[in-house]
């Protein structure tokens, strides 16, 4: 899956928990296997009610939840 390589301040990503290093391996309930992929399914997906991101980080599957502020 894709790496996040920079978190923003400030930002659905930061707030959510996000950090340098982890590998995005599903949104919601689709695996993603690429940037490209990750970014279709975002945009798809409700980020006002939010959506749950299961990553690799440090050998340790975490979940995300990212949401943004608009209401």
Do not use: H
């Not at 309930?29 to 440090?58: C, E, P």
């Amino acid at each position: 899956g894709p790496v996040v390589t920079n978190v923003e301040q400030q930002s659905p990503a930061q707030a959510g928990g996000l950090m340098p290093g982890d590998i995005v391996l599903k949104v919601g309930n689709t695996a993603i296997y690429s940037a490209n992929q990750l970014a279709t399914v975002l945009k798809k997906g409700d980020l006002k009610s939010g959506v749950r991101l299961f990553l690799w980080r440090n050998g340790v599957t975490v979940y995300a939840f990212l949401q943004t502020g608009d209401e």
